[in-house]
């Protein structure tokens, strides 16, 4: 049974960090896409971060130059390092990886294993 569990979320300030950590397990995503979604209040669940089975990155705008996506292969684990939180980055992050294919995409439709989702909340 594939599983993905996130850890790491919580509460913090604006203008702190945490990291998120995304263990896989059940089978290898090392030749698969994975990524961050998110998910505020009332809101469709979006894109943070995705990453490539070589390591290529993309970003939502709303997060460039302040997260960073990196995978450990070896680990079957996936991280994002979130600095100068905002409270607009508010809401439940979801761990995801595509089942075949090894590039990223923005839709979370495109995704076939999802986590449990973890809690970060950024208090102004």
């Known amino acids: 049974q594939v599983q993905l569990v996130e850890s790491g979320g919580g509460l913090v300030q604006a203008g702190g960090s945490l990291r998120l950590s995304c263990a896989a397990s059940?089978?290898?995503?090392?030749?698969?896409?994975m990524g961050w979604f998110r998910q505020a209040p009332g809101k469709q669940r979006e894109l943070v971060a995705a990453i490539t089975s070589g390591g290529v990155t993309n970003y939502a705008d709303s997060v460039k130059g302040r997260f960073t996506i990196s995978r450990d292969n070896a680990k079957n684990t996936i991280y994002l390092q979130m600095n100068s939180l905002k409270p607009e980055d508010t809401g439940v992050y979801y761990c995801a990886a595509r089942g075949t294919y090894y590039y990223t995409h923005y839709a979370p439709s495109a995704y076939d294993y999802w986590g449990q989702g973890t809690q970060v909340t950024v208090s102004s």
């Open positions: 059940g089978r290898t995503f090392s030749s698969n896409a």
